[in-house]
């Protein structure tokens, strides 16, 4: 049974098609979606997902079914957000928005085929983006959890030796004190710089004025976007040897060739749903070994 939907205040009436109420891609069209009561997103949810594996990327109803299930489901961002209450303004802020990445994560990742509600699986998704923000807005660089505990148990070791010997401990004394090497406590100590960070808009020139004006970021070259794909790239190779024929083709042919589904399916002689499901299902099994390689 098709359903569509009259918004009614906060909550979602559930009708009957046929009653003259608008839809979008053979989805009901929802006026206000945040406004969704919690029950009806739930049956609306599973409608969408599904509706969204058949749908091409790309087209006007693709992205209703995309944007509606986002706001439809917001108020899991804002539930996840309650255990961190007590921050300021513009932090709750920030976690409100990482919460969302999660969530447009959970999105792109759900298969309906797994018997799982979208709401058992989504919050993992929202929590663990918000706890990957204050891990790393902790720190000004990227450092491994384990140099950032060596960090404080150096620290620790540091303090109580320091106390003891009535003066600084050196790098063989910090070594014996945690039973780790002195490449250790040297990689440990270097981590620690990334803690902290001066602004890049710090002036560099010499005494002389010879450089005035310039700044540490006039200095340093841009980033290329490419090599945040790198490690993408290196997982996902040996994935792809791992693929039938078939599956191979289809990659080809949707992100080599970048095709449509409609333009694959015309020239492998697939109707554009069986296309969508056999990309589908691809990705899947893709995306699983990615996460299992992480």
Not at 85 to 97: A, F, K, N
Not at 204 to 221: F, I, K, L, M
Not at 257 to 263: G, K, N, V
């Amino acid at each position: 049974m098709t359903v569509s939907t009259h918004g009614t205040g906060t909550s979602t009436r559930l009708t009957r098609a046929g009653e003259g109420v608008p839809t979008v891609g053979g989805l009901p069209f929802i006026e206000d979606p945040g406004k969704t009561a919690p029950k009806d997103a739930r049956q609306l949810t599973r409608l969408f997902v599904e509706r969204l594996q058949e749908l091409e990327e790309g087209t006007p109803e693709y992205s209703y079914a995309r944007s509606t299930l986002i706001e439809m489901n917001m108020s899991l961002v804002q539930f996840c957000a309650r255990r961190f209450r007590g921050r300021g303004p513009q932090e709750m802020e920030d976690i409100l928005q990482v919460g969302t990445i999660g969530l447009i994560k959970a999105i792109d990742r759900f298969d309906l085929s797994r018997e799982t509600e979208f709401t058992t699986f989504a919050v993992p998704y929202i929590v663990g983006e918000m706890k990957r923000f204050f891990r790393d807005t902790s720190w000004a660089v990227h450092v491994p959890r384990r140099l950032q505990e060596l960090r404080v148990e150096l620290a620790k070791a540091r303090d109580h030796l320091t106390t003891v010997l009535d003066a600084p401990p050196t790098v063989a004394e910090l070594a014996a004190c945690l039973e780790i090497t002195e490449d250790e406590v040297v990689e440990g100590m270097v981590a620690a710089n990334g803690y902290t960070a001066g602004s890049i808009d710090l002036p560099v020139g010499g005494d002389d004025g010879s450089e005035a004006g310039r700044t540490y970021a006039d200095t340093v070259g841009g980033i290329d976007p490419a090599l945040e794909l790198f490690e993408d790239f290196h997982v996902l190779a040996p994935l792809l040897g791992k693929l039938d024929e078939r599956e191979r083709l289809l990659m080809q042919l949707r992100f080599g060739q970048e095709l449509t589904q409609a333009e694959i399916g015309a020239k492998l002689g697939y109707s554009q749903m069986h296309v969508s499901r056999l990309l589908s299902r691809t990705l899947a099994k893709l995306r699983t070994g990615m996460l299992a390689e992480s």
